[in-house]
């Protein structure tokens, strides 16, 4: 796995919508690599936030997608 993969499944793993065999290998990846592993804790903490202030379940998605393409310019 490399980083895009890592990065492409972080919103999956924190929705735990990944099997266990994809979960094995993303925290495999965050163990190893210093930057997915700060954009995790960065995006854990971020979509915890939200959740806590915001109880639809609409505007936390579209936060998400602006993140993912701000991630994919960056
Ligand atoms: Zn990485």
């Excluded at 793993?13 to 094995?24: C, P």
């Excluded at 854990?44 to 505007?59: E, G, L, P, Q, T």
Aim: proline share 1%; hydrophobic share 35%; net charge negative.
């Amino acid at each position: 796995m490399d980083c895009d993969d890592c990065l492409e499944r972080l919103y999956q793993y924190l929705d735990k919508e990944l099997t266990e065999g994809d979960v094995t290998v993303v925290k495999q990846h965050l163990d190893d690599c210093v930057g997915c592993s700060d954009h995790f804790v960065f995006e854990a903490r971020f979509i915890k936030k939200v959740h806590d202030a915001c109880a639809d379940d609409r505007a936390p998605f579209e936060l998400r997608e602006r993140i993912v393409l701000r991630l994919r310019e960056g």
